[in-house]
């Protein structure tokens, strides 16, 4: 049996790959270890929330005793590090939680790791630190290229910079301490659970309900869209099969400006409730764009296709028509969002612990 620490849980991607690896895999044991913030949804991880080897704890990551207590708790095997402060336009609004959370937090983590696993002379066989990172940390690109392994990291937001800090401290753990380490940097996620402050949430919402679709700038920035399972699968190949010390770039070959993802995801709304595509058209609004907006994000996802045998089985088209289908279809979800009452409900449950 092997104990996995899989940080931020209660996130959109952390959910979806606890959903996917908890029920996969009796055989292990999966700590889910979140602060739950604002982007945590405890009822995302209601299909798995009483399986025998699946627990949560409620941990700050940047707290340092409450994550030795954690690791002297658990014993883990392996970190599985998802949990950051992941939303662009926040950190531009207050970027000090996202150093505190993505830089910080990763250092206790990986100071843990070090002390537990090293300690008693007792080396790092079998452990492993999986580093969950972006493609953001590579800055933008032009019309051409691609972003490979071998990109030079240039990253524009207090966010990719945070995190390529992280990806940074990862790498200096394991050429100055031995720790073993992977690391997968992905390009931007789709899917269910997704929190509606992301671009595609958002334009679902505000399609069904005919609120206005804000589109920054001209909407000609591109971004490369992966469904969410596809980059969970793509996580958990490298975990069990990937080569130690190594960085594996995830994409999805669906290069979009965003502008096309929002007409797409009209044409869906549409095609799935009936409703007239030319009124949703109508709702379009381009607002001010973001500062430091990188134009163009694209990954060159080669290496993990040829050396792990990974590749994604959603299209664009399939995943985007799921994912609007699952927005349709999870109303009490999305409810709770809205109104604010799935914070109630961890504080009554996790409040006091
Ligand atoms: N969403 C994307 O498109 C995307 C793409 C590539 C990589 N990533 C990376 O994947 C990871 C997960 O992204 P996401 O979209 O699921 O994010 P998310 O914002 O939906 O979830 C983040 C989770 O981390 C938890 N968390 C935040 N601060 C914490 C702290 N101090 N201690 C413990 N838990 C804390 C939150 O409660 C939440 O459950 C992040 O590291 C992100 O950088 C995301």
Redesign the pocket.
């Known amino acids: 049996m092997t104990t996995y620490l899989v940080?931020?849980?209660?996130?959109?991607?952390?959910?979806n790959f606890l959903d996917l690896v908890v029920p996969r895999h009796p055989e292990h044991r999966f700590v889910n270890?979140?602060?739950?913030?604002y982007?945590?949804n405890l009822q995302s991880l209601a299909s798995i929330e009483d399986a025998p080897n699946y627990s949560l704890a409620r941990?700050?990551?940047?707290d340092e005793a409450a994550v030795a207590a954690l690791f002297e708790a658990n014993d883990p095997d392996a970190v599985i590090?998802?949990?950051?402060?992941?939303?662009v336009d926040r950190s531009i609004l207050g970027p000090g939680e996202f150093v505190?959370?993505?830089v910080h937090?990763t250092y206790v983590l990986l100071e843990a790791c070090r002390k537990r696993w090293g300690r008693d002379g007792g080396g790092y066989d079998g452990k492993l630190f999986h580093h969950?990172?972006?493609?953001?940390v590579y800055g933008s690109l032009g019309p051409e290229g691609l972003f490979t392994e071998e990109t030079r990291y240039d990253p524009s937001s207090p966010y990719s910079s945070s995190?390529a800090a992280s990806d940074h401290l990862v790498r200096a753990w394991g050429r100055t301490y031995g720790l073993p380490y992977k690391l997968t940097?992905?390009?931007?996620?789709?899917g269910p659970l997704?929190?509606p402050e992301?671009l595609i949430p958002v334009m679902i919402l505000n399609a069904l309900e005919r609120k206005r679709l804000p589109i920054y700038g001209k909407g000609q920035n591109v971004r490369d869209w992966l469904y969410v399972t596809d980059?969970c699968e793509a996580i958990w190949k490298v975990v069990q099969d990937g080569v130690v010390g190594e960085t594996y770039n995830v994409g999805g070959n669906n290069e979009l400006m965003n502008v096309e993802v929002v007409d797409r995801i009209i044409d869906l709304v549409a095609e799935e409730t009936g409703a007239d595509p030319d009124e949703l058209r109508a709702l379009k609004e381009y607002v001010t764009d973001r500062p430091g907006h990188d134009l163009r994000y694209a990954i060159d996802a080669s290496k993990i296709e040829r050396e792990l045998g990974w590749t994604p089985k959603e299209t664009f088209e399939t995943g985007l028509r799921k994912t609007v289908r699952w927005y349709l279809d999870n109303d009490a979800w999305i409810d709770a969002v809205r109104t604010g009452a799935y914070r109630d409900w961890i504080e009554q449950n996790y409040g006091e612990r």
């Open positions: 940080t931020g849980g209660a996130g959109f991607i952390g959910a270890v979140d602060k739950l913030t982007a945590a941990v700050d990551i940047a590090h998802f949990a950051a402060e992941s939303h505190r959370t993505n937090g969950v990172s972006t493609d953001e995190k940097n992905c390009s931007n996620n789709y997704q929190f992301k980059h």
